[in-house]
């Protein structure tokens, strides 16, 4: 049974505390950002340019996590993923409480933080604790070569001086190269960030623009030819321009040692050393990263875990969907059909937790954006 979140203000919309995002577990114990960057999927949730709320202590926190159906000690979880947790001080208060919550609670999973703010020497200090006490976690450093007209409040000399400052600690840091616009495709600008991230972070997620239901408006003050109601902007994976869409492929010679990836999974499999669980080793979405040669043998030689119909179902019961009547299971490709719409967060779960594809028709609610791992492809506009 979920746990109900406290009556909150109506004009801003609250995330559950922990959810289930592609890639991760989403723990949002503190929501509402004092940053805006406009392309910002809560900015129709009204929540940026606003005092971030704390809605559960760090010990709260972890008993929501541990209590969720979604949780199990494989899934990465990327904390406060509705706010920068390094804005204000109350956050960084908070999550030095939440990395020592989680440590003493003996909780392992894989923990992503991701921030466009300096990450000072407290939250270091923090993050080098939990690490040595077996809770592996990697920052996410998003630079993205956009200036401030489109990040308001975001001092991006600071985040330039904080790869090299995570680097020298020994902190692990995959450099999160979102989004991509005409505002950042020129070559110039791409050498501008990559030619520093690549010194500091052990690899690049590059990710076009995504625009979940409902956000085309938003987009459209970013990039105009977004207004072209004929585009799927909503269904594509992600939007990029052409100009840096056609550079990708010659990015490995100027940067041969320094992975780019455009599934956030097989930058965090690669950082965690795990084979990809995402069902994206040898597709086309797989030949389009630029990933190192023993990263790839470790997919090829990873042998799946074993998985039933029953399996399934049970997955699908202990998610509160007892309902769902058919399950069609093809154990050669990995893959469960169900005929029942299904949640985003409840179909990733179950394709996370068993390392298979699941496909089912998306609730006509669901505003979630689409991705690589439901099989959603780029789109590629000419600006």
């Known amino acids: 049974m979920r746990t109900p979140l406290p009556l909150l203000p109506a004009q801003r919309v609250w995330e559950p505390v922990i959810d289930q995002h592609e890639t991760w577990l989403a723990v949002n114990p503190i929501q509402g950002c004092p940053k805006g960057c406009g392309y910002c999927y809560l900015v129709d949730r009204g929540q940026t340019l ?3 709320n704390e809605l559960a ?10 209590a969720s159906p979604y949780y199990h000690p494989q899934a990465p979880l990327a904390l406060y993923t509705c706010t920068d947790a390094l804005a204000t001080p109350p956050n960084r208060a908070h999550l030095i409480g939440l990395l ?19 990450v000072t020497p407290d939250v270091i200090d923090a993050i080098l604790n939990a690490r040595t006490a077996g809770l592996p ?11 401030p007209d489109i990040e308001k409040g975001i001092n991006h000399t600071a985040l330039r001086d904080t790869f090299p400052r995570l680097h020298e600690r020994g902190i692990p840091v995959i450099h999160y190269w979102r989004p991509l616009t005409p505002a950042n495709a020129a070559p110039e600008t791409i050498a501008h960030v990559l030619d520093w991230a690549a010194r500091y972070s052990a690899c690049s997620v590059a990710v076009g623009l995504k625009v979940k ?7 459209t003050t970013l990039w105009p030819e977004l207004r072209d109601e004929n585009l799927p902007l909503e269904a594509a994976d992600a939007v990029w321009p052409r100009q840096t869409w056609e550079l990708l492929e010659s990015l490995p010679t100027r940067y041969p040692s320094h992975p780019i990836y455009q599934t956030n999974s097989c930058a965090l499999a690669y950082v965690l050393d795990r084979p990809d669980t995402h069902r994206i080793h040898a597709t086309p979405t797989c030949a389009a990263n630029h990933c190192p040669t023993s990263q790839r043998e470790r997919c090829v030689t990873a042998v799946p875990s074993p998985v039933t119909t029953d399996d399934i179902r049970s997955r699908l019961a202990w998610l509160g969907l007892p309902s769902v009547r058919s399950v069609e299971w093809d154990a050669e490709q990995r893959t469960a059909t169900v005929q029942e ?7 990733n779960n179950v394709a996370q937790r068993f390392g298979i594809t699941v496909r089912a028709p998306r609730d006509g609610d669901d505003t979630y954006w689409s991705g690589r791992l439901e099989g959603s492809q780029p789109l590629i506009i000419d600006s």
């Open 213 to 219: 239901r409902g956000a085309r408006e938003q987009m």
């Open 137 to 147: 976690v990697i920052v996410y450093l998003s630079y993205s070569g956009l200036g």
């Open 341 to 347: 719409a299904l949640d985003l967060r409840d179909r």
């Open 57 to 66: 202590t760090p010990q709260r926190t972890v008993d929501l996590l541990l």
């Open 50 to 52: 606003v005092k971030p």
């Open 100 to 118: 020592g919550e989680l440590t003493d609670r003996g909780v392992r999973n894989p923990v992503c933080l991701i921030t466009k703010c300096t």
